[in-house]
């Protein structure tokens, strides 16, 4: 064999050694990130595990030193007694309110607001939005006391209006619909104008429709932040008669005997809580991740 003939067999040694060598790393690679994520993922799933789980124990076993990571006997019956005890059914229709009612107000004003700053042209609008936007920096629980005074002063206090009014402008979800609201090209409003249609039925007839998958994305977005709230909620309706899905769980379950609280009951409450939340998520996250897509680029 001639050297020009060794030396293309051995080329094509170590081309095929290293194309080995490559494909083994990507799939070193691949291993350690699907364990990784499988790591991640356990951490995140644990606790909905040990919620559904804790849900049909007794309290026995519950408070037992040594936890058990599975039932020795299904208690079934702890999701009727929470459903029964909290009243759940009273709970579930204050919140549906609150949630329905903030949202279409909600949305009413970030739509209009969107659509101000995204077509409309106005003196100090730049200066107006810049100004809006420098309030998503500061906590919102700075606001907390000054919103509770406030309410008080109006009389607001142990009603729905203080569960919805407060909150019903939101910077973030203006800001999210103005940018989608600026990818629609600007001919199309200035062709609407000469047609002689007015803003409002422009932006219901051609803005709403194409703007669909983020006004999906923050109507839900509003709703679990309804479902969700406690710490106001807890704060201004301390009646029974408004309390909300969080914070009517709260102090539900206090078993007589030595004001212990029936964790297992608790928890079973909590997972009929969460239930809804995780269909929403199932089926519709895909219009969340889209309307938040198109609303970070801008064509």
């Not at 429709?209 to 309706?237: D, R």
């Amino acid at each position: 064999m001639s050297d020009i003939a060794k030396s293309q067999v051995m080329h094509a040694k170590d081309i095929k050694q290293l194309s080995t060598q490559q494909t083994v790393a990507k799939i070193l690679a691949k291993i350690a990130v699907y364990a990784f994520l499988g790591v991640m993922a356990l951490i995140v799933l644990f606790p909905f595990y040990w919620m559904l789980i804790s849900s049909v124990k007794s309290l026995d076993e519950y408070i037992l030193a040594v936890p058990t990571f599975f039932p020795q006997e299904f208690h079934f019956e702890n999701y009727i007694d929470a459903f029964t005890t909290a009243n759940l059914g009273t709970l579930f229709l204050n919140t549906v309110y609150v949630g329905v009612v903030s949202t279409a107000l909600s949305l009413v004003i970030t739509v209009l607001s969107a659509f101000a700053f995204a077509r409309l042209e106005f003196k100090g609008k730049n200066a107006l939005f810049a100004a809006l936007l420098a309030t998503m920096m500061i906590p919102g629980e700075l606001f907390t006391i000054t919103n509770y005074i406030t309410v008080s002063k109006l009389g607001w206090l142990n009603t729905f209006e203080v569960l919805i009014i407060p909150f019903l402008v939101s910077v973030f979800y203006i800001y999210l619909l103005k940018q989608n609201f600026m990818q629609i090209p600007n001919e199309l409003y200035l062709a609407a104008k000469v047609d002689g249609t007015s803003d409002i039925k422009y932006l219901w007839k051609v803005m709403i429709p194409l703007a669909l998958p983020t006004l999906i994305s923050i109507t839900i977005l509003k709703m679990m932040g309804s479902w969700n709230s406690y710490m106001w909620p807890n704060l201004v309706a301390d009646d029974a008669a408004h309390h909300l899905v969080t914070n009517g769980l709260r102090g539900a379950f206090v078993v007589e005997e030595g004001g212990m609280v029936n964790f297992p009951v608790q928890m079973a409450a909590v997972a009929i809580v969460s239930f809804p939340l995780f269909m929403v998520f199932l089926f519709l996250r895909k219009y969340i991740m889209k309307g938040v897509s198109r609303s970070g680029i801008k064509g």
